[in-house]
């Protein structure tokens, strides 16, 4: 079955430590994406990768890094920098549709805690 | 102003109840717009994507009224399953940006 694979579901952390999540698709999708969900407030896109070896900050990448060394995987590392890490974090593909956007498919998520 | 923006809720019907969302947008530009559910602490999944001309499918009915940048969803027949939180997505500059969500809970 095709879908989108991240982990782990849960992390807690120590602060001044940094940590990645592994996002993982075999949708065949080009385009990759992570957002921050917090209580009471939408979806925030924290960075986004168009295509492989190429990625861009979203609207909160302050804190957050990305790589994108192969199309199948997009990894989020949360670093120390990041004042504010304690969120549910969601990765998320798509086919781009004719005006670059088009149907997100989310993994289920990884829920940080900052200690 | 927010780009996208949504009435938080929680929405309480009974069961059988028609109920309706509202999500105003910012950017006259958009091209696509969407519905997605989320439940408690799950990731979101696509309710309905949002057309011009408005669409069906099964109890639930979206459109877009363009010339007030707002798009709705309205939920027929309401049953228990359908307690969740809607959110709205719009696309705008070439991302999706999404709406805080409406909280809606149907009960018996």
């Known amino acids: 079955d095709g879908g989108i694979t991240q982990s782990p579901k849960y992390l807690f952390r120590k602060e001044g430590q940094n940590v990645t999540l592994s996002c993982e698709q075999n949708?065949?999708?080009?385009?990759m994406y992570w957002y921050r969900q917090d209580p009471g407030q939408g979806l925030r896109l924290i960075y986004y990768?168009?295509?492989?070896?190429?990625?861009q900050k979203g609207d909160i990448a302050e804190g957050y890094s990305v790589s994108r060394e192969k199309k199948e995987s997009f990894p989020l590392t949360v670093t120390s920098a990041q004042k504010n890490p304690t969120a549910f974090y969601l990765c998320?593909?798509?086919?781009?549709?004719?005006?670059?956007?088009?149907?997100?498919?989310f993994g289920e998520g990884s829920r940080l805690t900052v200690l | 102003r927010k780009e996208v923006e949504q009435d938080p809720g929680p929405f309480n019907v009974p069961e059988g109840a028609t109920v309706a969302f509202n999500c105003t947008y910012s950017?006259?530009?958009?091209?696509?717009f969407f519905w997605y559910r989320q439940d408690c602490r799950k990731e979101p999944k696509l309710l309905m994507s949002v057309y011009s001309s408005g669409n069906e499918d099964g109890r639930f009915t979206a459109q877009l009224n363009r010339a007030s940048q707002y798009i709705s969803l309205l939920i027929r027949d309401s049953k228990l399953s359908d307690s969740a939180t809607y959110l709205c997505?719009?696309?705008?500059?070439?991302?999706?940006?999404f709406g805080t969500g409406t909280r809606l809970l149907v009960s018996p």
């Open positions: 997505v719009v696309e705008s500059f070439q991302k999706l940006v």
């Open positions: 998320a593909s798509s086919i781009p549709g004719g005006d670059g956007t088009g149907e997100l498919f």
């Open positions: 949708l065949n999708h080009d385009a």
């Open positions: 990768s168009q295509i492989v070896n190429d990625f």
């Open positions: 950017n006259s530009a958009s091209q696509s």
